[in-house]
């Protein structure tokens, strides 16, 4: 039985020179407070983030240090660290089950599967029990909002804290304030949960209830997003049997400033080749090897440019739908099984990165350069696209390109468009297409311009293929039907 005692959260501070800060959440004596909170202050002009300062929580009954933020200690690296291309893991990435490392347990930058430490020259935090971590940000300002993020999991029900702003942190002194957690969580078998940005529901961030809830439940979990603002690192993996279900999908607005510069992958360790290999950290929103999750009504968002998802689902059985998913390079890639109805991508180039098999009906899809760099294997479908619309942002460009890929090409690549509508294609259609394409599967069925008009495909690449209804007739209708390109279980 957990005590029903209160969490008490108290930050120091005296009369700010400058003008004071105002809490905004938690508010100042607030009460039955989420754990995974953020701490959030206004001031009444912008702050600015000095470069050193200490932010220190303590578990006020004993006295013992819980957490400390250090702005000496920069979020990330800025620029793409230029070295040789490691290698790629020769055995499959292993995911265990069992108790999840949290930043309370183990060490952020301890490394697995051979990796390079993190080492300590950045922030690192734990999130989805990845534990050689993510680097982020312990302050984000927005105007005159300053939000700060305590390391994941460390805050806890039912606890007494303290908190201590030194005065370098915002360049003046913080007056206190305090608040209470709650005693407990929601029922350890509940089938329904709830996340709001203002704190009040089950969890305050959509990270917090997807490292509460079961990783593989009997009966389906959902995860309800009210309408909000979520300024986070998502991560999660080797889950299962999970809905998150935004409220709206244009007002649930999951993101963060993240690329492979800021989280690249280990200096001795390439990622995202094929199944298996190491994990990616530099997605905003990222599902590793999981089954039958279901991403509902959300937008999801990475605000750097460089190769950097909005999200990157990687498993079997996976379902995304109605949600918008904007990136840069690779802005979202699909990996393993998975449904996408209704969904609205934008990128800036390859926008759509994956091995597949993966099935688009009714999308929106807008690229600055190459719509696409598909690269299934020979077991299992690549991209199919079913009554979609492809729009260039600017100029002209093309669907997909197939370049060799550090010295290696993917000869069975595959993407299938059937009814769909194209908006600033280049003549050619389909852009460079380098080794043996016999095998390739770049093809069009009744590809039409913006005004309903047929589009004319007579310069395509010589390596693609116009399918007709008199010769491709079985070939449109398989095509056009999930279960046949996803696997048996589109049919329950």
């Given amino acids: ?31 039955q407070v989420n754990p995974d909170t953020h701490l959030t202050l206004r001031f009444d002009q912008p702050p600015v983030l000095g470069r050193s300062g200490l932010i220190r929580i303590y578990d006020a009954a004993n006295g013992r240090l819980v957490d400390t933020l250090d702005l000496s200690i920069p979020a990330g690296p800025t620029e793409r660290t230029k070295l040789p291309a490691p290698p790629y893991l020769s055995t499959p990435y292993a995911y265990a089950d069992g108790p999840r490392a949290t ?4 060490k952020a930058g301890t490394p697995s599967a051979g990796a390079e430490p993190g ?6 935090t734990i999130i989805g029990g990845f534990t050689d971590g993510f680097h982020f940000h312990p302050v984000i300002v927005h105007d005159k909002t300053a939000t700060i993020y305590p390391h994941n999991n ?19 002194a913080i007056k206190p304030w305090q608040f209470s957690t709650r005693p407990h969580g929601p029922a350890a078998a509940a089938e329904r949960v709830v996340v709001s940005a203002d704190g009040k529901a089950d969890f305050s961030t959509v990270q917090g209830a997807l490292d509460y809830v079961p990783d593989h439940p009997a009966k389906r979990v959902t995860i309800f997003v009210r ?7 998502v991560y999660f993996r080797n889950k299962s049997n999970i809905t998150v279900q935004g409220e709206t999908r ?41 089954k039958g999750i279901h991403l509902r009504d959300l937008t999801l968002e990475t605000t750097l440019q460089g190769q950097a998802e909005g999200l990157l689902i990687t498993g079997s059985e996976n379902i995304v739908a109605n949600t918008t998913v904007i990136g840069s390079g690779d802005a979202l890639q699909v990996n393993g099984s998975t449904y996408l109805p209704d969904v609205k991508v934008v990128g800036h180039g390859d926008t759509i990165l994956g091995r597949g098999p993966a099935f688009f009906e009714r999308c929106d899809i807008q690229s600055r ?15 199919v696209f079913i009554d979609c619309r492809f729009t260039a942002i600017e100029g002209q460009t093309e669907l997909a390109r197939l370049p060799a890929n550090k010295g290696k090409n993917y000869p069975y690549a595959e ?3 059937i009814n769909a509508t194209l908006s600033g294609i280049s003549p050619v259609g389909w852009g460079q297409i380098d080794g043996d394409a016999s095998n390739v599967h770049f093809w069009e069925f009744n590809s039409r311009n913006a005004d309903g008009t047929q589009a004319d495909t007579s310069q395509r690449n010589p390596a693609a293929r116009q399918l007709t209804t008199e010769k491709d007739a079985e070939t449109i209708r398989n095509y056009s039907n999930p279960a046949w390109v996803l696997g048996d279980w589109m049919k329950q």
């Avoid at 005692?5 to 607030?30: K, Q």
């Avoid at 309408?227 to 690192?233: K, R, V, W």
């Avoid at 007002?251 to 990622?271: C, D, G, L, Q, W």
């Avoid at 190459?370 to 299992?380: K, L, S």
């Fill in 369 to 383: 350069n190459a719509f696409m760099w598909i690269r299934n294997p020979a077991t299992n479908h690549g991209n």
């Fill in 119 to 124: 080492g300590d020259k950045y922030q690192l």
């Fill in 103 to 106: 930043n309370a347990n183990t």
């Fill in 250 to 290: 244009d007002k649930v607005r999951i993101h963060y400033a993240n690329n492979e510069a800021f989280n690249p992958h280990p200096a001795n360790i390439s990622t995202n080749e094929q199944p298996g290999t190491f994990p990616s950290r530099r997605a905003a929103f990222a599902a590793d090897n999981v």
């Fill in 1 to 31: 039985m957990i005590p029903r005692l209160l969490c008490t959260l108290v930050l120091i501070a005296a009369a700010a020179p400058a003008g004071a800060a105002t809490v905004l959440l938690p508010a100042n004596g607030a009460r």
């Fill in 415 to 417: 993407a299938v468009l």
């Fill in 227 to 233: 309408n909000g603002d979520y300024e986070e690192i």
């Fill in 154 to 172: 460390l805050l806890e029900y039912g606890k007494r804290y303290r908190v201590q702003i030194d005065d370098a942190v915002f360049g003046r």
